[in-house]
């Protein structure tokens, strides 16, 4: 019980921090592994999907009923990032990850440098592509990171995040919310694996998926309410807390 009540209470945090600025699996991952030890790293991965996906749904749909995005043109995107996560899912059982594990923080640290030295960066809204053409450069990003999240995963949400920034001019709430499309569908394709497998705890991932949506509520309703600007202090407190963990399994463990 007591294993339970700490992972349904770290699902909480992660919902809260998934839909502001994602990075949720900072929080969930780690506690699952530290409340079963022994169990499967696989079935706990599934798991973190399993409940992690509702809270990641609930978000979407907040944000498309509050949030002006050309939601059709970014729906095939969301399908490319599915497919690109299956994709990513078979290489991982081709090859290592090994030297992407070391790079990682590095390409976190520019991420973060880069977006504290443009202080402008995300804060005003200017889509610099439409029609045919933003669609193709969505499509574009949700394949490549979508790829990552099947292969390695750490950070999706904000290299999803900071891409649609820098590259399609989104301010960080508009970003946040295109970045839960496609979280979503990275996840149900994911999910689709680790089910077909038998790597799911159904009972553990129903109580967490609870505590994942309330996390998610709150997490949706300050974003909305506070904008662009408090997104992306969260965004950068989430890619700092990235760079340590990151850096300290790539090298340290």
């Given amino acids: 019980m007591l294993e339970l009540v700490t992972v349904a209470f770290a699902s909480l945090l992660a919902g809260f921090i998934d839909a502001v600025a994602g990075g949720g699996g900072l929080i969930l991952v780690p506690a699952l592994f ?3 030890p022994n169990a499967v ?5 599934g798991t973190n999907k ?12 907040q944000y498309v009923k509050r949030v002006q995005l050309p939601w059709r043109r970014l ?4 399908v490319l990032a599915g497919v690109g996560s299956f994709a990513g899912a078979w290489a991982l059982t081709m090859v290592s990850a090994d030297g992407l594990r070391k790079a990682l923080p590095l390409v976190l640290l520019a991420v973060f440098i880069y977006t504290l030295a443009k202080k402008d960066l995300g804060r005003e809204h200017a889509p610099r592509f439409s029609g045919r053409a933003e669609a193709m450069v969505a499509g574009g990003i949700a394949l490549a990171v979508g790829f990552y999240d099947g292969f390695f995963g750490p950070g999706t949400g904000s290299f999803f995040m900071f891409l649609f920034v820098r590259l399609l001019g989104y301010d960080f709430l508009h970003a946040s919310a295109t970045a839960k499309l496609m979280n979503l569908l990275t996840n149900v394709f994911a999910i689709s694996l680790f089910v077909s497998k038998g790597h799911m705890w159904w009972h553990v991932a129903a109580m967490m998926a609870v505590t994942n949506v309330i996390g998610s509520l709150l997490g949706t309703r300050l974003a909305l309410k506070h904008g662009a600007g408090f997104v992306r202090g969260v965004f950068i407190v989430v890619v700092g807390a990235l760079i340590l963990k990151t850096a300290y399994d790539a090298f340290l463990r």
């Fill in 50 to 61: 399993g409940a992690s996906v509702w809270g990641t749904g609930w978000a979407t749909l």
């Fill in 75 to 78: 729906m095939p995107a969301a």
């Fill in 34 to 36: 530290s409340a079963f």
């Fill in 41 to 45: 790293p696989a079935t706990l991965l």
